[in-house]
């Protein structure tokens, strides 16, 4: 199951495919930062 790696949440395989980096992983999730966040990148950087 994919997670956030900042917090070890779950995210969906969904969230994972469109806000992922480069290497698969999401950096950040809905739970560690905001929407607008998430949309300009965070959950790309680690």
């Known amino acids: 199951m ?3 790696e900042n917090c070890g ?3 969906t395989r ?3 495919r469109v806000f992922s980096g480069r290497d ?3 950096h950040a999730c809905l ?3 905001g929407a607008t966040e998430i949309k ?3 959950a790309t950087q680690a």
């Open 24 to 26: 698969g992983k999401v």
């Open 9 to 11: 949440k779950f995210v």
């Open 2 to 4: 994919p997670e956030c």
């Open 14 to 16: 969904d969230f994972q």
């Open 31 to 33: 739970d560690c930062k």
């Open 40 to 42: 300009n990148g965070a």
